[in-house]
């Protein structure tokens, strides 16, 4: 979500100053926007390939470009045609509202996970001072954020599990592993309880499973067969 509002910002942005160098006829003012889109797209390959958006002072000039590019300061001169007594472009409006629409829908799509993370970290914490209470209502709370997603079930397996019950983190986990069957933290959570509920048999075929989707990790070299 977070590239495709990037994506969307920037290619409007770089777009909107082409149709300005384009219907420029100023040579000054050409030039000026020329150079504010040269600098914009440099920043973004820059930014592409290398940590470039990590230093400060860059990511500021060119974003400072990109605001003079896209803003007022280049747009006096462009708006000759309403001036003409032309009708101004209605398909533009709808297209702008469109964008807006959009990138609100986006927004509100990368907000969803990042609200359940706050509530699974708030369970994290939570368990850290001791409160099971309060873990479990977090760890909840997340799962109502995000019922698809299989870390808020993981949480709940393992707040249930340090509390010493033994069929609640069970369902837990089935839940997280219905979800994401193919991560093996989830299958090694699983084997973890299933030992602790003496079925040794299942166990095994559930950290079988862990070390063939991970087969490389540490954790497995001194279990292989």
Not at 59 to 69: D, E, K, S
Not at 83 to 109: K, M, N
Request: aromatic content about 6%; overall charge positive.
């Amino acid at each position: 979500m977070g590239l495709a509002l990037l994506a969307g910002a920037f290619s409007v942005g770089i777009a909107t100053g082409i149709g300005r160098l384009r219907a420029t006829k100023d040579a000054d003012d050409r030039a000026a926007v020329a150079a504010l889109l040269g600098l914009t797209i440099a920043w973004l390959v820059a930014a592409g390939i290398d940590w470039m958006w990590q230093l400060t002072a860059t990511t500021v000039v060119a974003i400072t470009g990109f605001a003079l590019l896209t803003g007022p300061a280049t747009a006096s001169r462009v708006r000759a045609r309403t001036a003409r007594g032309r009708r101004p472009r209605r398909r533009r409006s709808w297209a702008r509202i469109s964008a807006l629409v959009v990138a609100w829908v986006l927004i509100a799509c990368s907000a969803v996970p990042w609200l359940a993370d706050v509530k699974l970290g708030a369970s994290q914490a939570a368990v850290r001072r001791g409160d099971g209470a309060a873990a479990v209502a977090d760890a909840l709370a997340a799962r109502n954020i995000e019922p698809w997603a299989s870390t808020p079930y993981l949480q709940l397996a393992l707040v249930s599990e340090q509390s010493g019950s033994l069929r609640a983190p069970r369902t837990w986990i089935d839940h997280a592993i219905a979800r994401s069957p193919e991560d093996w933290q989830l299958w090694l959570v699983a084997a973890r309880i299933d030992t602790k509920r003496g079925k040794v048999g299942m166990a095994r075929r559930e950290l079988d499973r862990a070390i063939e989707l991970n087969p490389r990790s540490p954790l497995f070299q001194n279990l292989r067969r």
